[in-house]
């Protein structure tokens, strides 16, 4: 089945820096990517997801990267925020419209003012 | 609408005791997921139902059932609770994007300590 990794589990960065965040799946059928944001006391939010058909995605300060060959995809947040602080799940699914994940551990990230 | 909702929050079991765990969402998705979060891990997969009357087993389903009679309710059940299954629980919903792919909803979740 398939297995994701990610990295780093905790990031520290200065508000304004920016914010990567990289995962690795082991399923070369996987075509979904969604990355999730999980707040103190809530539940995962969906915040971009990318296909396989595509490379690069785009919203505001976040954006997505996918590398098929490689097998991995990266999440980049720019002038982060301190409301950026929260714990990022990448996922990866092998079915045709996304209907199951399989979730990566988690990167807590904290935006330092 | 609501979205998904779980109750109860907070729930402190002793060991062998058994509960259920209510899950209910109002979007008219057809897939529905539980989870269960450790302390500092990622989400696993415990059961999962394609529709009213329709469950499948995920990646850690031992010790727990679940039953989906309506599109609403989706409820966990845990039988004999042990101290491994002390948890943070989310129930998930999930529906088509316009392009046709599925995001999945989260509820707030529910703590449960088994002691």
């Known amino acids: 089945g398939e297995n994701v990794e990610q990295h780093p589990s905790t990031l520290s960065v200065q508000e304004g820096d920016s914010a990567v965040i990289k995962c690795t799946y082991s399923?070369?059928?996987?075509?979904?990517f969604p990355w999730y944001k999980q707040e103190l006391g809530k539940g995962p939010q969906l915040i971009i997801d990318?296909?396989?058909?595509?490379g690069e995605k785009k919203d505001q300060r976040i954006a997505v990267t996918l590398n098929k060959t490689a097998k991995h995809f990266s999440l980049h947040i720019t002038e982060t925020q301190p409301e950026d602080s929260a714990v990022y799940f990448c996922a990866a699914s092998p079915d045709n419209y996304g209907q199951n994940f399989v979730f990566g551990p988690g990167t807590r990230l904290s935006v330092l003012p | 609408n609501a979205g998904v909702t779980q109750t109860p929050k907070f729930r402190i079991l002793k060991i062998g005791q058994s509960m259920t765990l209510q899950c209910a969402q109002d979007?008219?998705?057809?897939?529905m997921y539980w989870y269960r979060q450790d302390p500092g891990m990622g989400l696993k997969l415990i059961y999962y139902s394609v529709g009213a009357g329709i469950t499948d087993k995920g990646e850690v389903p031992n010790g727990y059932n679940v039953s989906r009679s309506t599109t609403e309710d989706f409820p966990l059940r845990l039988e004999l609770a042990a101290p491994s299954q002390t948890s943070v629980y989310f129930c998930?919903?999930?529906?088509?994007?316009?392009?046709?792919?599925?995001?999945?909803?989260f509820g707030p979740g529910t703590r449960l300590t088994v002691t």
């Open positions: 990318i296909r396989s058909n595509v």
């Open positions: 979007m008219n998705h057809n897939y």
């Open positions: 998930a919903s999930s529906g088509r994007f316009r392009d046709g792919y599925y995001e999945q909803y």
């Open positions: 399923d070369s059928a996987s075509n979904y």
